[in-house]
């Protein structure tokens, strides 16, 4: 009887493991992602960035000029302060005839979902 009881022990344990692996955010795909966009200002991203990231401050009032070189059909991930300033960029870049966007939310957000890391 010890050694069933420590079967069904062990086969739980197992099973608790595999369950809590699968609640952690599953990485982002990047390989078809034109650019990643920091829109917090330019502080916080000299600061820490996510590696590779471009910032265009939407705070500053040139946010919608200096976001015209972005190519309208590509892909991009954008982040900043909070999921609300992201998607307040978010919704300006589509504004302006970009269509294919991803708010990622706040910059630990993205550190979540993303494979690329920081820069300190």
């Known amino acids: 009887?010890?050694?069933?009881?420590?079967?069904?022990?062990?086969?739980?344990?197992?099973s608790l493991?595999?369950?809590?692996?699968?609640?952690?955010?599953?990485?982002?795909?990047?390989?078809?992602v034109a650019g990643i966009i920091d829109v917090r200002?330019?502080?916080s991203f000299a600061e820490s960035h996510i590696t590779?990231?471009?910032?265009?401050?939407?705070?500053?009032?040139d946010?919608?000029?200096?976001?015209?070189?972005?190519?309208k059909t590509d892909k991009y991930f954008v982040y900043g302060e909070s999921s609300e300033q992201a998607g307040e960029a978010s919704a300006d870049l589509i504004s302006i005839g970009v269509s294919d966007i991803t708010n990622l939310g706040s910059f630990e957000d993205a550190l979540n979902v993303l494979p690329l890391g920081a820069t300190n």
């Open 1 to 14: 009887m010890g050694r069933v009881r420590s079967l069904f022990t062990a086969v739980l344990a197992v």
């Open 17 to 32: 493991v595999a369950g809590l692996a699968g609640c952690a955010p599953a990485k982002l795909d990047v390989s078809d």
């Open 41 to 43: 200002s330019p502080e």
């Open 52 to 61: 590779g990231a471009i910032n265009i401050d939407y705070s500053s009032a």
């Open 63 to 71: 946010f919608l000029a200096n976001s015209t070189s972005l190519r």
